[in-house]
């Protein structure tokens, strides 16, 4: 079982950043993809960002993250990190760390393991 426990919520002004953190309880590297979701009431978690420790490959970033968000992991600590750039209110969300054993799978469904979700209000 993978325990994940996120930080780095807050408010901010529109064009604001943030940073969000998401340690895993265990070592991910070779093994896991770590991600990026995000949720707003009555809707869906859509992923964000995600990185695979799983061999190479680009990061993925939803079409609404690219060019503002970079997702970035830290092997030796197993923490992934997305630096979030340029916020608009539209970005406000519960956002969600996630696990999925093997490669990369943009669907909630898909995910082993979610975090307990960090508050992000763009306002």
């Known amino acids: 079982h993978v325990q994940l426990v996120e930080s780095g919520g807050g408010s901010v002004q529109p064009g604001g950043s943030l940073r969000l953190s998401c340690v895993a309880s265990?070592?991910?590297?070779?093994?896991?993809?770590m991600g990026w979701f995000r949720q707003i009431p009555d809707k869906e978690r859509e992923g964000v960002a995600a990185v695979s420790t799983v061999g190479a490959g680009a990061p993925y970033y939803a079409d609404s993250a690219k060019g503002r968000f970079e997702i970035s992991q830290d092997i030796a600590k197993n923490t992934i990190y997305l630096q979030m750039n340029d916020l608009k209110p539209e970005d406000s969300a519960v956002y969600f760390c996630s696990v999925r054993e093997g490669g990369c799978r943009n669907s909630e469904d898909e995910q082993d393991y979610w975090g307990q979700g960090t508050q992000v209000t763009v306002s």
């Open positions: 265990v070592d991910t590297i070779g093994r896991y993809c």
